[in-house]
């Protein structure tokens, strides 16, 4: 088999991100040009390739596995659509395949809105880039009017076998608007009898193809010739004689299931998890959330590119050795063609005695940005990762392993749902985000070694948790420790993991927040959907894309998405502080206020002796940089939070970000506009012991190394820790 030059040479994913000694990972592999390939252990020790950095440190564990497996494509098959497995038995006579379409953009290829398949006959409605087109058997049926963008349609396709008549239409909803019909005979036609089965936004069961993007309602088949539809907007009725199959989409809206209210109940199943909780057809604007009225909300957004799991088969298990200490580890797999490295997490065993650090990996916000697109793969990004020896594949390059949910879909909607059952490319020890002039570039799962190797250097012991760990398993799963690590920038949050780190801190809990726009956007999980999170970009906040209005409310649990803070949970109100400024990946310094010189923070500052913290770093050049974070009481800052120090100087690149404005004139607070543009490093404490450190800025940990574990900033950071870590 040839590669695909769309595919990495070799490339895999897990089951899980994390598990425990003795559980197992079910490993996907696939390896486009089926040769064989050998799979070891790392243990992901350092993930920057920066040669004035720590250096890429992955220690071989081959010893505790090592071992070859036989090679074998394993194709991924994007694009969302419905799959009823049972067409409507009916007897011969007429029939009519419609619904209600929507669309943002036209496709570039005919995309298919309904089908039907019984063994080799075949109907088709579907949208071409030049107008719409019908399908039965060899016989096609062609309109030449597109229908208009962002406005609802009905589009039928009905035939009559006895008659020979078969009828296209198209009509919109909105008065004005295009009302068409094309009739022909084809004699002899033969029509499926419901021996098959049916697709919504798709065609071709054995191989899905012809994906549609755009939005879908009340699909339908009816035991009716129609060569006209005086009321396109009249809803499915489950008393409508002539209705063999209706979907209906308002139901069920948080499943994978769709329900069939016709007499046949031939209900179907959701594949690749397209959005739901979409306002439709008939949408009043009566209600904001799809739970209130739900028939407001009978649509589901398909898209060509939509991927929720690559459905790779298990190539082979790993089980974790019982005695593996809990970190950071990788399985490397090389075959002649090239290499990944497959990272993940080993959590303690349960039940056992930990040390009292816990670094929690915000596998949330990996999975959030993951394989996340930026165009930025230019001749120098190659030429640095070339000459550092960093991870070479760049997700400009490799659509097909999906997007994230900072890119769009091929209509300009935005990606709402990110799976980890696919090739993470920005997951990868080495990835770089950009070409940094001042440091390393590294964002999320690399930039955050820097803290792992730095508590290895400082001689820590620490377990690791996950995100995903803590929303399943809640407060109980950080009672053991004294003290929690985030990562450098923890946005993405579910309730569960915010109240489990809430409960820590007033519970006599440490928590030192390590980085900057943490805590930021809500998101939804769903049990039945594992390895998925729903994002809605919703009023307010630095976005890549807004949801549309009215689909604010996630669809998985109902609640309202967007940004905490619109939740009435900001940031400040856990770590103290939250996101005030953003620019380009660049950093400045802090400057230590007043009160890091009182004797009550000494033990803070103890060996510290500059005034200015952090002007250097592997992020960015600077402590201070990217994104940045800063107390308000009116936002949830405790009363007894003392800030200990403030960036000062933000590059040019810096803006106040959207939320902190109320109009071109004036803030949430009342200052100037430039002046929220800073990170603050503050420290409170809370009834019962708990305690609270944050640093208020996303580069911060880049600046943890100074030719070595060295510096202002580190010193500070292991004062703060031992501290913390202490009884």
């Known amino acids: 088999m040839t590669e695909n030059p769309a595919e990495l040479p070799i490339a895999g994913y897990l089951d899980r991100l994390s598990r425990r000694p003795g559980e197992s990972f079910a490993v996907k592999v696939s390896v486009p040009g089926g040769q064989r390939y050998r799979a070891r252990l790392v243990r992901v020790v350092s993930g920057d390739p920066n040669p004035a950095g720590p250096g890429m ?10 071992a070859w497996f036989a090679g074998r494509h394993q194709p991924i098959r994007p694009g969302s659509y419905a799959l009823v497995p049972q067409a409507p038995r009916r007897a011969a006579g007429p029939c009519t395949w419609t619904a209600l379409i929507w669309l943002a953009a036209l496709p570039t290829a005919p995309a298919c809105v309904l089908s039907e398949e019984e063994g080799a006959l075949r109907v088709a409605l579907s949208i071409a880039p030049d107008g719409v087109a019908g399908q039965i058997g060899a016989r096609a049926l062609r309109m ?12 039928w396709l009905s035939a009559d076998p006895l008659a020979g008549r078969v009828a296209l239409g198209l009509r919109a909803l909105e008065p004005g608007g295009l009302d068409l019909v094309l009739r022909d005979v084809f004699p002899g036609l033969g029509l499926p009898t419901g021996g098959g089965s049916v697709m919504i936004a798709a065609a071709n069961a054995a191989a899905p193809a012809a994906h549609f993007t755009g939005k879908i309602e009340d699909p339908a088949l009816l035991a009716a010739f129609r060569d006209a539809w005086p009321a396109p907007d009249l809803p499915l009725a489950a008393d409508d004689p002539a209705l063999l199959a209706g979907w209906d989409f308002a139901r069920d809206i948080p499943s994978q299931r769709i329900a069939d209210i016709g007499p046949h109940s031939c209900h179907g199943a959701l594949v690749n998890v397209p959005t739901r909780a979409v306002v439709g057809a008939r949408w009043s604007g009566a209600e904001m959330c799809w739970r209130h009225a739900p028939r407001d909300y009978a649509a589901i957004h398909f898209h060509a590119d939509d991927l929720a799991d690559c459905g790779w088969q298990t190539d082979f298990d790993f089980t974790v050795p019982q005695d593996l200490p809990s970190g950071a580890y990788a399985l490397r797999l090389a075959c002649d063609a090239g290499e990944d490295v497959v990272p993940f997490y080993v959590l303690p065993p349960r039940g056992t005695a930990r040390p009292p650090i816990a670094f929690l990996a915000p596998t949330f916000t990996y999975q959030a940005y993951a ?11 190659s030429e640095r990762a070339t000459a550092w020896g960093a991870y070479g594949c760049n997700p400009d390059d490799y659509p097909l392993y999906g997007r994230s949910t900072y890119n769009m879909h091929p209509d300009g909607s935005g990606v709402a749902f990110s799976s980890r059952l696919r090739p993470m490319l920005t997951m990868r020890p080495g990835f770089l985000t950009f070409v940094d002039a001042r440091g390393s570039g590294l964002r999320h799962y690399p930039a955050d070694t820097h803290i792992l190797a730095w508590l290895e250097a400082q001689g820590f012991a620490f377990d690791v948790l996950t995100d995903e760990d ?3 398993e809640g407060a109980a799963l950080l009672a053991p420790y004294r003290v929690v690590l985030t990562g450098s920038h923890p946005e993405y949050h579910s309730p569960q993991t915010l109240d489990a780190l809430e409960h820590h801190t007033r519970h006599g809990g440490r928590l030192m927040y390590l980085g900057g726009n943490g805590f930021y956007w809500r998101i939804a999980c769903a049990p039945d959907l ?4 729903e994002l809605r970009r919703a009023e307010g906040g630095i976005r890549a894309w807004a949801a549309e209005p009215g689909e604010y409310y996630h669809a998985l ?3 309202y998405g967007g940004l905490w803070r619109r939740n009435r949970r900001p940031p400040q109100m856990l770590a103290g502080v939250g996101f ?4 380009l990946f660049e950093g400045t310094h802090y400057l230590r206020l007043p009160a ?3 004797p009550r923070f000494a033990w803070m500052f103890e060996g510290i002796a500059e005034d200015i913290l952090g002007d250097y770093g592997l992020s960015g050049g600077g402590a201070a940089g990217f994104e940045l974070d800063r107390a308000d009481p009116a936002l949830g800052t405790p009363e007894n939070a003392v800030i200990l120090a403030r960036s000062e100087d933000p590059p040019a690149s810096f803006v106040t970000v959207p939320e902190e404005l109320l109009s071109h004139v004036k803030t949430v607070t009342g200052e100037p506009a430039e002046a929220l543009k800073r990170g603050e490093i503050v420290y409170f404490e809370l009834p019962g012991g708990g305690a609270v450190f944050s640093v208020g800025s996303i580069t911060f940990c880049g600046s943890l190394w100074r030719q070595g574990w060295d510096g202002p900033v580190s010193r500070l950071l292991l004062n703060v820790l031992r501290r913390f870590a202490a009884p």
């Open 371 to 381: 394989n996340h697109a930026r165009g930025n793969r230019d001749a120098a990004y």
């Open 596 to 598: 890091s010189y009182e």
């Open 144 to 155: 030449p009017h597109r229908p208009a963008l962002r406005c609802w349609h009905r589009v």
């Open 557 to 559: 649990d109902g609640a």
């Open 580 to 583: 005030s400024g953003q620019g």
């Open 470 to 472: 803590l929303h399943e």
């Open 57 to 66: 440190r992955l220690e071989d564990l081959s010893a505790r596995f090592d």
């Open 530 to 533: 594992p390895g998925i999170i």
